[in-house]
Structures are given as C-alpha cells and as structure tokens.
C-alpha cells in the first residue's frame, strides 16, 4: 500500500469491503496519527485529549469514507475532521466544571517541544525547558483563531492555501491572522528572550 497515494487510498475505500475498507484507513493512519496528535494537541493544549480526538478522526474518516470528494487533498479533509472534533471538545470543557487538581498536560515531547541540545549541561537544560514551556503557554494563550493558524502555518508547517481551505476562510484571513499572532507572540516572549539573551 506504501506505493499508494492518500487520495488512492481513501478513494479505493468506496468498492472495498468492509474490512479491506478499515485496512486502509488503518494506512491512512499510520501514515498521519502523529502530525494529528500533535495538531490536536497545538489546539487543544491536551496531550490525553489530542489523542483520543486522533482517535476518533480516523474513526470518521472510516465512517465517512464515502462522502470524500477529490476536489481536496486527504490531508485537508482529516484535518478539516480533526479541527472540528477540537472546537467540539473546547467548547465542551467550557461547559464541564474541571476537576480540583487535574491537569490536561501530560509531561513528554510535544509539537511545541524541541529536543534539548545535545551535551547539553543541566542548566542549559533547565533552560530550554523553560522556553519551551513558555512557549508552548503563548500559543495557548491565543484566541482560537489566532491559535489555530500558527499550529498550521508554522507547526504543522502547512501552506496558506491548506490552512485557508481547513479553516475554511479567504488565504487574505490567513495572512492576517498569523501576522497577528506572531506579533502577540512576540509581545508575551520578548522579555524571555531578552532575558535569555542578558
């Protein structure tokens, strides 16, 4: 199946069986699972959360095999379907009271996480861990719009078209979105980095 293209693939779902079907849905997803976690997760702020919404994207995909049209890539299709799932999701937690102590992060290597250099001593460590933290609050800390564009744009490394056509806005509310959000991202980080930098 490796040879296959995303778009072949799905399409191929509509005359298989039912099993041959989920065979293929299970590529697909072996294929894009962790870019969609770590979307879901850019969205959401929630590593358990993101995974489950995974989950049951490729669940859709499987359910909804049938109503996929070629007029967009695959991967804009899944991402339109995960999207969805996390606005759902956010606007869920907003009505469900969070329990006292619990905590939507889970400790690990996420989107928004780099690796720390390697030889790195502990301080420098310590560090680039706490960038990373902050970094990851700035994003979080964006409405949802703005939010959503800088996990696509520059994450998930997507081009203006993919995330205007995902979003379902003009490329122009693109542009303009990421510009504001980069400039309040660089208004919340500015003082870390001239710290960093003193």
């Known amino acids: 199946m490796c040879e296959f293209s995303d778009e072949a693939l799905i399409l191929g779902c509509r005359e298989a069986s039912e099993e041959r079907a989920r065979a293929l849905v299970g590529e697909l997803a072996k294929r894009h699972l962790d870019r969609v976690v770590g979307f879901l997760f850019g969205l959401t702020g929630d590593s358990a959360a993101a995974h489950d919404l995974a989950q049951e994207a490729f669940v859709r995909v499987y359910r909804h095999r049938m109503r996929y049209r070629e007029v967009a890539r695959f991967s804009t299709w899944l991402y339109t379907i995960a999207r969805n799932l996390a606005l759902n999701e956010l606007r869920n937690r907003r009505r469900r009271p969070q329990a006292l102590g619990a905590s939507t992060q889970e400790p690990g290597l996420h989107p928004l996480d780099t690796a720390p250099a390697t030889g790195a001593g502990p301080a420098q460590a310590a560090a680039e861990s706490d ?64 710290q960093e930098q003193g």
């Open 131 to 194: 960038l990373q933290l902050a970094v990851r609050a700035a994003v979080m800390s964006l409405d949802s719009p703005y939010r959503e564009v800088v996990v696509l744009c520059d994450l998930e490394e997507r081009t203006y078209a993919e995330a205007a056509e995902i979003l379902g806005v003009p490329i122009g509310t693109i542009r303009s979105r990421l510009s504001r959000a980069r400039g309040r991202l660089e208004q919340r980080l500015r003082p870390l980095l001239e």
